[in-house]
């Protein structure tokens, strides 16, 4: 079974970067996708980016193309969300999530979840 623990949340102004990453407990994980998402208070959690083990096809919301870049080190067991150029609309929890199947979009298809971690954007 997979564990992930997210990271590198904070506080930036409009316009600023972060980089956020997603480990494994262990050194291998059992799934082929992971993926990123977020949820603001109130409303519903929605789909950020994913990168396949597999292929390395990589998947964008419409919202975030362009400025943030979904990368994996297999290594380090790791996938990272880098986004620049952010938003006060960016602001949210990121919850790291993995699959072995899924749909890739939909949230609820995926059984192995993080805690997440805050991002906060001001304007």
């Known amino acids: 079974q997979a564990q992930l623990v997210e990271s590198g949340g904070g506080l930036v102004q409009a316009g600023g970067s972060l980089r956020l990453s997603c480990a494994a407990s262990?050194?291998?994980?059992?799934?082929?996708?992971t993926a990123w998402f977020r949820q603001a208070p109130g409303k519903e959690r929605e789909f950020v980016t994913a990168?396949?083990?597999?292929?390395?096809?990589?998947f964008y919301a419409d919202s975030v193309k362009g400025r943030f870049t979904i990368s994996r080190d297999n290594a380090k067991n790791t996938v990272y969300l880098q986004m620049n150029s952010l938003k006060p609309d960016d602001t949210a929890v990121y919850y790291c999530?993995?699959?072995?199947?899924?749909?890739?979009?939909?949230?609820?298809?995926?059984?192995?979840w993080g805690q997440g971690t805050q991002v906060t954007v001001s304007s």
């Open positions: 262990s050194r291998t994980l059992s799934t082929d996708i």
């Open positions: 999530a993995a699959c072995a199947y899924c749909v890739i979009r939909h949230s609820h298809g995926y059984p192995y």
């Open positions: 990168i396949r083990g597999s292929s390395s096809s990589t």
